[in-house]
């Protein structure tokens, strides 16, 4: 979890007296969600950019079944962040 998306949660005042961040920012909560999908979407494409660099230095099948398993998960992922799809792939 990013700092920024600890901020956006948070729901105390930052000085005695003063409103809450949610009473502040109302969206808060729902961008910090926001967030957290598009961070998780862009390290699957990290991890998939990684196991395309294996395959191509070592060219071997189970390398290569990993490497579809990676760029399946996060296309999957894309969508979902991208789209508002639900993870099952059904769109909202």
Same mark, same amino acid.
């Given at each position: 979890? &990013?700092?920024? %998306? ?5 729901v105390?005042?930052? *000085?005695?007296? @003063?409103? &809450? ?8 909560? =729902?961008? *910090?969600?926001?967030? @957290? &999908? ?8 990290? =991890?998939?950019? @990684? ?5 191509? $230095?070592?060219?071997?099948?189970? %390398?290569?079944?990993d490497?579809? $398993?990676? @760029?399946?998960?996060?296309?999957? *992922?894309?969508?979902? *962040? ?11």
């Open positions: 979890m &990013t700092d920024l %998306v600890k901020r956006l949660r948070k105390e005042p930052d *000085a005695p007296g @003063e409103r &809450t961040r949610w009473y502040r920012n109302p969206d808060g909560p =729902e961008a *910090a969600d926001r967030i @957290e &999908t598009l961070e998780a979407a862009l390290q699957l494409g990290i =991890e998939m950019r @990684e196991k395309q660099k294996a395959y191509f $230095k070592r060219r071997f099948q189970d %390398v290569l079944l490497c579809k $398993k990676a @760029e399946q998960d996060f296309d999957k *992922a894309v969508r979902v *962040a991208l789209a508002g799809e639900k993870k099952d792939g059904q769109a909202e």
